[in-house]
C-alpha cells in the first residue's frame, strides 16, 4: 500500500505558502488569533483547521485557545488586560528588584523570594498559554545588584513540576541550578537557597535548567539578572526588553513573538521617552526554538555593549543580532521627537507581535 504524503503544515510553510495560496490576502497585517485567516490558508493547505490559532490546541502540560476575530491593520484587535495576567509589559519595562539589602560580616547581602509557579497568561488576545513562571509573571522579576554583593535566593517551588534556577555568571558548582549537580532538580513543594557573589558586572540572565530544557524555558521561566559596576553607569531611563515568543500549538515553533510577553505591547501603547535623554535598553534574547533573534530602532543608532561586560561600547549601530542567551546593553538619544519603530529584523517575527514603538516628546 502506498504510504500516503505527510500532510502536516508547519507555521513556516503555511506563511511561506501564503503568496501562492491567498495572494491577495495581507497576511502581514494579521497576527495569530486573527483566525480567518489563518483558517483560510489552513483550508488552502488540506487542512481541516489551525490549532492554536481558530480551533484551540490540547496538549500534555497546556493548551492554548483563541476567540479573537480578524482585524485590518497591524497588531491586533482588541488588548490584553494586564489584571488578567496580573503583570504589566510596560510596568516591567522600568520595574527593577533590589531585593531585601542587609549588612552581614561588613559586604552588602541582597536577599530575594523567587517562587515558581503554574500560571495561564495571556500572550495576545484571546490568546491563552498554559505557562510556568517565577513570582507569577513572565519574564520573571529584573534582579539587580552592584558587583560585589553578596546573592541570597530563596527559591520556592510551588508548581506541578521540577524546576530550578541557573544563573549566568560566576559561581560554585552546587549554585549552578543544573539537575546533574547537588541539589539537582526542586520537586514541587521544594525549595533551595542559592547564594553567590554578585560577579561579573553586565547584563546576565536566569533560567530553569531541567529537563526537556525547551520546555521549561519555552514555559516561560526565564528572567533578566542586572550587575551594575560599582562606580555605576551615568543616569538614564533604563528599561529592560527580554526577547521571547510562545509555541501555542505545540509544534515546536513559536506563533507568538514578544518583548517581555504582550504581542504588539508596545506597539499599541508606544513607550515614551524624551528627547535628548538617555536611554539605556537592558535588552535579553530567550527565545526557543529559533536559533537568531534581533534588535532594530528605526532613524536612530545605539551605542552596543555586548554581556555589558566592559565599559566601552563595542558598535555604533541601528541592529543587532542575538542567539538565545545572549544579551548586552544600548544607549541612544533620540535627537527628534516622533514616533520611532523597533522591533525584531526577521519581518516573521515582527509581523507575529514582535513590534512596538518609542514616542519621543519635549
Not at 494579521?30 to 492554536?52: I, K, S, T, Y
Not at 539605556?280 to 526557543?288: F, G
Not at 521627537?337 to 519581518?347: D, I, L, N, P
Request: proline share 6%.
Amino acid at each position: 500500500m502506498e504510504e500516503l504524503p505527510n500532510r502536516k503544515i508547519s507555521r513556516r510553510k503555511l506563511l511561506g505558502g501564503a503568496a501562492a495560496t491567498a495572494a491577495a490576502v495581507p497576511v502581514l497585517h494579521e497576527l495569530v488569533p486573527h483566525a480567518g485567516v489563518h483558517d483560510q490558508l489552513a483550508r488552502a493547505a488540506g487542512m481541516e483547521g489551525h490549532d492554536g490559532h481558530g480551533t484551540g490546541a490540547s496538549a500534555a502540560g497546556g493548551h492554548a485557545t483563541s476567540t479573537h476575530g480578524a482585524a485590518a491593520h497591524s497588531g491586533t484587535s482588541g488588548s490584553v488586560d494586564p489584571a488578567v495576567n496580573g503583570f504589566d509589559p510596560h510596568a516591567i519595562l522600568r520595574d527593577f528588584d533590589g531585593g531585601k539589602v542587609k549588612r552581614e560580616g561588613g559586604r552588602t547581602v541582597r536577599e530575594f523570594e523567587i517562587v515558581a509557579e503554574d500560571r495561564e497568561i495571556e500572550v495576545a488576545p484571546g490568546v491563552k498559554f498554559a505557562a510556568w513562571a517565577y513570582n507569577g509573571r513572565i519574564p520573571g522579576p529584573t534582579l539587580r545588584a552592584t558587583e560585589g554583593d553578596r546573592i541570597r535566593i530563596n527559591f520556592v517551588n510551588a508548581s506541578s513540576h521540577p524546576h530550578t534556577m541557573h544563573f549566568h555568571g560566576v559561581h560554585v558548582a552546587r549554585m549552578d541550578g543544573v539537575p546533574q549537580t547537588a541539589p539537582g532538580n526542586i520537586e514541587p513543594g521544594g525549595n533551595f537557597t542559592y547564594e553567590f557573589d554578585a560577579e561579573p558586572f553586565g547584563l546576565h540572565l536566569y533560567h530553569c535548567h531541567s529537563v526537556p530544557l525547551a520546555d521549561h524555558i519555552a514555559k516561560g521561566l526565564y528572567g533578566a539578572f542586572i550587575v551594575d559596576p560599582k562606580g555605576g553607569r551615568p543616569p538614564a531611563d533604563e528599561q529592560v526588553m527580554v526577547m521571547n515568543g510562545f509555541d501555542t500549538n505545540f509544534d515546536r515553533a513559536n506563533e507568538v513573538y514578544a518583548v517581555n510577553t504582550v504581542a504588539f505591547a508596545y506597539h499599541d501603547k508606544p513607550i515614551r521617552v524624551k528627547r535628548g535623554e538617555l536611554v539605556r535598553l537592558y535588552i535579553v534574547n530567550i527565545l526557543e526554538f529559533d536559533l537568531l533573534n534581533s534588535f532594530h530602532v528605526h532613524a536612530n543608532f545605539f551605542d552596543w555593549y555586548p554581556t555589558g561586560t566592559r565599559l566601552e561600547a563595542r558598535d555604533f549601530t541601528d541592529t543587532v543580532i542575538l542567539g538565545q542567551g545572549e544579551r548586552g546593553i544600548a544607549e541612544l538619544r533620540f535627537p527628534y521627537t516622533g514616533k520611532y519603530m523597533f522591533h525584531a529584523h526577521v519581518s516573521e517575527f515582527a509581523d507575529l507581535g514582535w513590534m512596538g514603538f518609542f514616542e519621543v516628546v519635549d
